[in-house]
């Protein structure tokens, strides 16, 4: 009896068959009904590495999908119209985020007719000089 990796994981009956590569007696854990080949543990993990599977161990080939629709990929979108309205949305929010930063850390104002910090020595004396007659 083997075990399969099911939810319940009920004991699974084995069948008798002989392997299609090999000749050899094997068990496997399906009724073989004779329309596909059956093979050997050993022959099977020899073959899956040359057929290309997906991650569940399915074939990716079309042999089996004849019945099955061809792959058409969807049609290709034009995204320009969601772009440009993504666009306008972060330009809106970078407006705030400026202004709310510009309110939390104002800038000093100029003002206008500010004194210069330089002072003229010469013509300082000469104020005081006059004020002083």
């Known amino acids: 009896m083997a075990y399969d990796n099911n939810r319940n994981d009920k004991p699974k009956e084995l069948h008798d068959a002989i392997c299609a590569e090999c000749k050899k007696a094997c068990t496997v854990p399906f009724k073989p009904t004779g329309s596909k080949p059956v093979t050997c543990r050993e022959c099977f993990a020899k073959t899956k590495g040359d057929s290309p599977r997906d991650s569940r ?4 080939g079309f042999s089996g999908d004849r019945d099955r629709k061809p792959y058409s990929p969807k049609p290709a979108v034009d995204h320009t119209k969601q772009l440009e309205q993504l666009d306008f949305k972060l330009n809106k929010i970078m407006r705030q985020l400026q202004s709310l930063e510009d ?17 003229d020595h010469g013509a300082l004396k000469d104020v005081i000089e006059k004020v002083q007659e």
């Open 57 to 60: 161990g399915g074939s990716r």
């Open 103 to 119: 309110h939390l850390n104002p800038k000093p104002e100029k003002t206008r007719n500010a004194p210069d910090n330089t002072v």
